[in-house]
């Protein structure tokens, strides 16, 4: 049942049963756990760096702006 709440979030909605997880690939199975480990620390890294760039635009207004 874990496992299934877990693909579910992944996906943002229903997608499968708990009694359909043992008919996914094993493939699938690490990639939904991997996402579900990694993926929030990957975001906040990008968060992080989105930041950055926007301090830096707004410190130099001219940047990337047409003449």
């Known amino acids: 049942m874990w496992l299934s709440k877990v693909i579910n979030t992944q996906a943002g ?3 499968i049963a708990p009694w359909e997880v043992e008919q996914l690939p094993e493939e ?3 990639l ?3 996402m579900a480990t990694d993926l929030p620390e990957m975001q906040k890294a ?3 760096a ?3 760039f926007e301090k830096y635009r ?3 207004p001219s940047y ?3 003449k």
């Open 13 to 15: 909605g229903p997608v």
């Open 50 to 52: 989105q930041k950055y």
């Open 46 to 48: 990008r968060q992080k």
């Open 58 to 60: 707004k410190e130099h």
């Open 64 to 66: 990337r702006k047409v």
């Open 28 to 30: 699938w199975l690490e």
């Open 32 to 34: 939904a756990l991997k």
